[in-house]
């Protein structure tokens, strides 16, 4: 019996040895954080998500593995992020900045409200960002630019208002930007429009800007005139005009009656007027 314990032990120790091999390994702390919070802040109607669970995330990568719908893995960290055309409504959770190997974010068609999460700039690897046909209001984020890698922003489609951040047109890898039917306003910065002398890189033409009331500039008609002037102003200035004009129509009319009088007058009648006054 006691020389049976020495295979016995070993054949404990393999079994040990395989189940640790082959057990799923645990996510990455940040990557858990990433993907639990995001699917706390969404809303699923269609039941899409069915597997993100809590016991996923905590192993929802192994090696280029991935246990979760719309994830792809790169070396057990989230590389992608593709969730488009689900009917996703919710928002957008600021907590995405903790998956910090993402290159690619994809949460297009969806039902999204609320605003983007400045907090996205610390993704300094993504490269691609699209998160169109949603109902995202709220400014674009200027902080989006410390995103070096990007080439590929595309946010038409949404509720977003205020201005083109002029930072964004500094990306020198973005080769396709898309704000078109947003309620941005003011100024196309000037570097969307003819970004570098290097003739290779392409210029975004005016189907990337279409949509927007309150944009203008090249490659979109300038300015137009007038631009601003409250409903007020414009009624105020309709009755100025009128009565200005009735006042003018009156004084020619008493003009031409004065006219027409002396005209009229008989010989002689002039010289009695004259006679009287002294």
């Known amino acids: 019996?006691?020389?049976?314990?020495?295979?016995?032990?070993?054949v404990v120790t393999v079994l040990h040895l395989l189940a640790l091999v082959t057990r799923p390994a645990l996510s990455d702390p940040n990557d858990e954080a990433c993907l639990s919070n995001l699917r706390r802040s969404l809303t699923d109607p269609g039941n899409r998500l069915r597997n993100w669970t809590a016991a996923t995330f905590v192993a929802s990568c192994n090696g280029f593995t991935s246990y979760l719908h719309g994830v792809t893995c790169n070396n057990g960290r989230v590389y992608k992020l593709a969730l488009p055309g689900l009917t996703l409504g919710g928002s957008l959770s600021p907590y995405l900045a903790n998956c910090t190997n993402l290159q690619s974010l994809d949460l297009s068609s969806n039902a999204l409200t609320g605003p983007i999460p400045p907090q996205l700039s610390t993704?300094?690897?993504?490269?691609?960002?699209?998160?169109?046909?949603?109902?995202?209001?709220?400014p674009i984020p200027p902080q989006l630019a410390l995103c070096a890698y990007l080439n590929f922003i595309d946010l038409h489609a949404n509720l977003l208002s205020g201005t083109i951040p002029e930072q964004l047109g500094r990306l020198a890898r973005l080769s396709a930007f898309d704000v078109s039917y947003n309620r941005l306003e003011g100024p196309i910065p000037a570097l969307f429009a003819n970004r570098s002398d290097d003739l290779s890189l392409p210029r975004f033409n005016a189907s990337s800007f279409v949509g927007n009331?309150?944009?203008?500039?090249?490659?979109?008609?300038?300015?137009?005139?007038?631009r601003g002037l409250s409903v007020p102003a414009i009624v105020g200035i309709g009755l100025g005009s009128g009565l200005l004009s009735l006042v003018l129509s009156f004084t020619a009319v008493c003009v031409w009656l004065r006219a027409t009088e002396r005209t009229t007058m008989a010989p002689g009648e002039e010289g009695k007027v004259s006679h009287l006054d002294y």
């Not at 019996?1 to 070993?10: D, G, I, N, Q, V």
């Not at 009331?213 to 007038?226: D, I």
């Open 1 to 10: 019996m006691m020389a049976m314990l020495p295979p016995l032990r070993a």
């Open 123 to 138: 993704l300094l690897n993504l490269a691609v960002l699209n998160l169109s046909a949603n109902r995202l209001s709220g």
């Open 213 to 226: 009331r309150g944009l203008y500039g090249y490659p979109l008609p300038p300015e137009r005139g007038g």
